[in-house]
């Protein structure tokens, strides 16, 4: 397999002269592109089945995880992963223990402010798990005045609140762990967030709970990098292209989803698909085409 050549500049020697001096003067050399090591650190998540999932052995695996495998081999990378939750995505970017994070971050204006975007590599929807006696909730207009999860450094339950001006009660908790167990013990009515997560993890609980299939607010799953690293973004980017027209996109999605429980894998299945991907694939505003 070919890896993406880097795309070399050509500077007058006068600006090479300069930037030097200013390297020395700072103290510190210009950021470090992703492009320029042997092996990239990839921020995935250790806690959501067929997503990203720790396991016993300390690998992961999942969808999220197949993903940055392959785009670590179209860079011609290694690829050494570490456990990433929600709350953490953005801080190990800018902090620089990761050079991507493939880790169910969706794309977002605000986000773009701090990281840059890949991608979309997944497009899927919002939608809600509940109990399986719960018989009242089917829409997110159905979600007013019950008490909903808000994972930490997640944006779903505000999306419900703010985008859907759905008054909805949020209740902070820290992970999908801690929003799965208010959820049995009923200290919460309903988890909304991207169906592909709430399918693993119902699958995962295998009590029965019940996908509404209610798909609002597009969710871009995107692979997140640290702010500057334009080339390196671009170059994720065409690694994207060439995993959705060689098929591998599809092949992994329907791996995870093969270790689905039936009712969750058909409750996720319509959103799931994600689409052709766009024919411009190195745009560098943000380096996210939407």
């Not at 999908?176 to 200290?187: M, T």
């Amino acid at each position: 397999m070919t890896p993406f050549p880097r795309r070399r500049k050509r500077l007058p020697l006068v600006a090479l002269a300069l930037a030097a001096l200013l390297a020395g003067s700072c103290g510190t050399g210009a950021q470090e592109s992703a492009l320029d090591k042997d092996t990239v650190v990839i921020g995935v998540r250790p806690d959501l089945p067929s997503v990203g999932l720790r396991k016993a052995d300390g690998t992961f695996e999942g969808f999220d995880v197949d993903v940055a495998r392959y785009i670590a081999r179209k860079l011609g990378k290694q690829a050494r992963f570490v456990p990433v939750l929600a709350a953490d995505r953005e801080r190990v970017l800018t902090s620089g223990t990761a050079d991507l994070v493939v880790a169910t971050y969706t794309i977002s204006m605000d986000r773009k402010q701090k990281v840059l975007f890949a991608g979309p590599y997944h497009i899927s929807y919002q939608d809600i798990l509940t109990r399986k006696d719960e018989t009242g909730i089917r829409n997110v207009r159905d979600l007013k005045g019950r008490r909903i999860c808000e994972v930490q450094g997640s944006n779903a339950a505000q999306r419900v609140v703010e985008e859907r001006k759905v008054a909805a009660q949020v209740v902070p908790v820290r992970d999908y762990a801690a929003c799965l167990a208010a959820l049995k013990e009923d200290r919460v009515d309903a988890i909304t967030t991207n169906d592909v997560i709430l399918a693993g993890l119902a699958t995962q609980d295998g009590t029965g709970l019940r996908l509404a299939n209610a798909q609002f607010n597009e969710q871009r799953s995107g692979v997140g990098m640290r702010k500057g690293d334009v080339e390196g973004c671009e170059a994720v980017n065409r690694a994207i292209t060439t995993m959705y027209q060689d098929g591998r996109r599809a092949r992994a999605r329907r791996t995870s989803a093969r270790k689905l429980s039936p009712g969750s894998r058909a409750a996720s299945a319509p959103a799931s698909g994600g689409g052709a991907w766009p024919a411009s694939s190195t745009r560098s505003a943000g380096c996210a085409p939407w």
